[in-house]
């Protein structure tokens, strides 16, 4: 590990030896790891935030610390460097030490056009690229890429990506972005959240309206992103490009969704969520109905494919048999509909059975019979 950790100083380290330069160095998405491990944590299943398990993550963040403080810090052969990312991480220390750094977001005023295109780019590639002869009119491309707000009232930006991939492949207008980078990984925050707030401001953006915040930060606390804070959630989406910062009457910060093609990928992850959510409630209930029923053999090809659909690593990963107990509890849960009753871990015969589904009423005119199993 600690040859990874100065792979970049190593090499700018011979690159001098052979070349009698300095390096400069460009780091796209420092931050990206850090998001990958904060997203698999919360898709653990837990009662509150505090019983998280940070371990992976807080490893990943040990890792970036000392990754960068030799790359960028300790190291004498190098010139300068520029890193890019999403914002900066708050309490993480991943850029404390460094020499003259310097942050510069869309909020301010240096460097606002560097950010994305800008109306007079946009329509020069309208025209270079013949955009019209596909059926394309630039009224198409501001709705759906238009929008982002600086700290300049005159400088209202494109998104490069979309618009290159309009120019490339010469189609419909389309949610290019989404692509790039899933929402998917909000869902934790907005379904599992028990926020009220965030759910309804969410609602309010896709309506069209705006949300007020406290402000922006330049950076991002993981820990509160975890306990579902809508500041930091939207402050978060506000860097990752979901929204933009507009003034309100008040002087403070409002948020709006920028354009179409971000809204367009809202609705989208939405109706995934939703999808999920629906197919796993009727994978439950088909799995039931098969155990009910006594085709065993059905019932263990669902069992797997529940299994391997829902439950994440995360929810298994060196736990005992315990945890698969409990699964199996809410599967069958909803036999209590269908007039049967649950029993867990009774002795019956020589030992104890883990779940058996007894029925409330006895069958009449058949033999009276319960479906039970060692799982």
């Known amino acids: 590990m600690a040859k990874v950790i100065r792979s970049l100083w190593y090499f700018s380290k011979w690159y001098y030896q052979l070349y009698h330069r300095q390096s400069i160095f460009i780091i796209d998405e420092y931050d990206k790891g850090l998001e990958v491990t904060f997203h698999s944590m919360m898709s653990q299943k837990v009662t509150s935030a505090d019983e998280y398990d940070w371990s992976d993550h807080n490893q990943a963040l040990s890792f970036y610390r000392s990754f ?45 056009n560097k950010f994305g295109f800008v109306e007079s780019e946009v329509e020069s590639l309208f025209h270079t690229f013949q955009l019209a002869q596909q059926g394309i009119t630039l009224e198409q491309i501001k709705s ?100 933009t910062a507009v003034p309100n009457d008040s002087g403070g910060i409002s948020l709006i969704i920028p354009n179409e093609e971000v809204r367009q990928t809202f609705r989208d992850e939405i109706d995934k969520w939703e999808d999920e959510l629906l197919h796993n409630s009727r994978s439950a209930t088909s799995l039931l109905d098969s155990a009910l029923s006594g085709n065993i053999e059905e019932f263990k090809k669902q069992f797997i494919n529940a299994i391997e659909s829902i439950v994440s690593s995360y929810d298994i990963a060196g736990r005992d048999e315990q945890t698969y107990h409990m699964l199996c509890l809410g599967f069958f849960i909803a036999g209590t509909r269908h007039d049967y009753q649950i029993h867990s871990n009774k002795e019956a015969g020589h030992g104890r059975y883990d779940i058996a589904l007894y029925p409330v009423l006895p069958t009449v005119g058949k033999e009276q019979s319960f479906w039970s199993s060692k799982l």
């Open 144 to 243: 759906m890429y238009n929008g982002y707000r600086t700290s300049s009232p005159g400088i209202v930006l494109y998104n490069c990506w979309s618009i290159m991939n309009v120019i490339k492949f010469r189609d419909a207008i389309e949610t290019h972005w989404a692509a790039t980078g899933s929402l998917r990984s909000f869902r934790y925050v907005f379904f599992g959240s028990k926020s009220k707030e965030l759910q309804n401001q969410l609602i309010t953006l896709l309506s069209g309206s705006t949300i007020t915040v406290p402000g922006i930060r330049s950076d991002v606390d993981y820990s509160e992103l975890a306990k579902g804070s809508p500041w930091t959630v939207w402050n978060l989406l506000f860097h990752a490009g979901y929204c």
């Open 68 to 112: 960068f403080q030799s790359t960028l810090k300790d190291n004498k052969y190098m010139h300068k460097s520029m890193v890019f990312g999403v914002a900066r991480v708050a309490k993480s220390g991943l850029m404390s030490g460094l020499n003259n750094i310097t942050v510069y977001t869309l909020l301010d005023n240096r460097y606002l």
